[in-house]
């Protein structure tokens, strides 16, 4: 009995099979769909001699009908078949990394040469798969056909800071610059704090005040230098336990030396307001526009600016020790602020009815403000002082020495979320932490990547716009790490070639974007 189909013959086999009579069947069988159809019978055995002389010929007689595989099968369909049996995982890479994203780095200005050419691939896959070094090791092999040892990748971390640091924050100056019409204005300078789960300490990574409130764990602040729409410039590295208000000048200092340009207007936030930098502002010549601190100022300004009635959408001014002051008041502020306020008040009740507060815990940061100590040791609520707050709902205040307009002040500082925004996207998208390196040359090299991968994310999402593409930037970095491209080779000329798949109309936009 012969098999009139290729699947019949693709899935065949031998089956014992017991009759009622005691004996035992040996017969061909074929999965077809769910089912098992017998192929051939080769006879019935009564004894175990008999079953083993109804096996041998039952082997020959597969090995016979297989052989026959293509007599039975249209040839075309058949070669076809075998090519796809022959495709695996490690057929298929991703490209779009590549396609798009390495196009906007070498567009950039970015070297690639020698030793670069990895600087690159690691920028690259901090974009579409961020994760350890090892597990960058693992895309490059699978992706890019690189096969690096993690030893030679460490080795290459302990030259970045030394070697190429520079290099990178000339190249993305200079881009920026160029964006910016060749004149940068005006700056946005801002600080974070990397923690890390060591317990350890060592001589960089050190305890400090942490915004992540990871108060007990080793930790490095970042300086980070962007322009008008979070467009990068430069950054800085400071041990764990520098103060913020120490930074900006030193850093600032260093940019304009290094670029030789003209002082620009700086903008910053209420943490790095503190009378030393205002004076040293003053002193050597910049402007700036910085966050005020309502509450902290004079009893006499507080009291001019309460009086004022400030009403949305009408800022006014006051002349300041340090320029001007300019206050502006916001309804949807005002219910923020609100909240806020009594959601820190839930917090503390919860733990003082828990006694999980102590007189070190009476301080001014945060809501810990409206803490007091009640005879010794008893730490309780001040309602009054919380009530008394309520007054300040809705209102900002910038401190600034510019001649801009009140209108322009506010404008210019609302750009300040911007570096905000910068910080949020190294820390999810680009996961700059956690950081799995220990020494210190490693951790700046680790930081030195994720600056160039986020001056690509932004130049992407500034190319988005421009070429009037409909996806975020994250959106956009998705549907790039889904583009594969198949490896393969021809059955007949053994030529190996490669083609994409099928890429998605928001695929093909992205690769055929202007840049």
């Not at 490690?90 to 040469?113: F, W």
């Not at 002082?263 to 005020?292: H, R, T, W």
């Not at 810990?368 to 309602?383: F, R, S």
């Not at 205040?397 to 750009?415: A, H, M, R």
Request: proline letters at 2%.
């Amino acid at each position: 009995m012969l098999l009139g189909a290729a699947s019949y013959i693709c899935g065949m086999f031998i089956r014992r099979n017991k009759n009622r009579s005691g004996s035992v069947s040996i017969q061909i069988i074929v999965k077809s769909g769910r089912k098992n159809k017998v192929v051939q019978t080769i006879g019935c055995a009564f004894t175990s001699a008999e079953e083993e002389i109804l096996l041998y010929k039952a082997r020959t007689e597969l090995e016979r009908l297989q052989g026959l595989q293509y007599f039975f099968v249209d040839h075309d369909d058949a070669v076809i078949e075998g090519f796809v049996d022959s495709l695996s995982q490690d057929s298929l890479r991703i490209v779009g990394a590549e396609l798009v994203l390495g196009r906007i780095y070498d567009q950039i200005g970015y070297p690639t040469e020698g030793e670069l050419y990895l600087f690159r691939n690691l920028v690259l896959c901090r974009l579409v798969y961020p994760g350890s070094k090892l597990k960058t090791i693992e895309y490059f092999k699978k992706h890019l056909g690189l096969e690096i040892s993690v030893y030679s990748v460490y080795r290459f971390l302990d030259q970045i800071q030394s070697k190429y640091k520079r290099t990178i924050e000339d190249i993305t100056y200079s881009h920026t610059r160029k964006l910016l019409s060749g004149k940068i204005g005006v700056v946005f300078y801002d600080m974070t704090t990397l923690y890390f789960e060591a317990s350890e300490e060592d001589d960089f990574r050190i305890t400090g005040f942490s915004k992540d409130g990871k108060h007990q764990q080793p930790q490095i602040l970042i300086g980070l230098l962007v322009g008008i729409n979070g467009y990068p410039i430069g950054y800085e590295v400071f041990e764990g336990n520098t103060s913020e208000t120490k930074t900006l000048i030193p850093v600032l200092e260093a940019f304009q030396s290094r670029f030789s340009i003209d002082k620009p207007i700086v903008i910053a936030d209420a943490a790095l307001l503190s009378q030393k930098n205002i004076d040293a502002f003053i002193e050597k010549g910049y402007q700036f526009i910085l966050g005020g601190r309502l509450k902290n100022e004079s009893d006499r300004t507080k009291s001019q600016i309460l009086n004022m009635q400030i009403k949305q959408g009408v800022p006014r001014e006051l002349q300041h020790q340090n320029g001007r002051l300019v206050i502006t008041y916001s309804e949807d502020r005002a219910r923020n602020d609100l909240y806020n306020r009594e959601k820190g008040l839930k917090r503390l009740e919860k733990k003082v009815r828990t006694g999980r507060l102590s007189k070190e815990h009476i301080n001014n940061r945060g809501y810990n403000k409206y803490l007091k100590l009640e005879g010794e040791i008893a730490v309780t609520i001040d309602y009054q002082k919380f009530a008394s707050d309520k007054v300040w709902d809705g209102l900002k205040g910038y401190i600034t020495n510019t001649k801009l307009t009140k209108d322009q002040v506010i404008s210019n500082y609302g750009q300040l979320w911007q570096i905000e925004k910068a910080f949020r996207i190294s820390k999810t998208d680009l996961r700059i932490r956690p950081i799995y390196h220990r020494l210190r040359k490693r951790i700046e090299a680790h930081l030195c990547i994720c600056f160039c991968a986020y001056k690509v994310y932004k130049e992407l999402e500034r190319l988005l716009l421009m070429n009037n593409i409909t996806l975020s930037t994250e959106k956009a970095l998705n549907e790039l790490n889904q583009l594969q491209e198949l490896t393969y080779m021809l059955p007949k000329s053994k030529t190996i070639k490669s083609k994409l798949l099928s890429p998605t109309p928001n695929q093909i936009r992205l690769m055929k974007m202007k840049l």
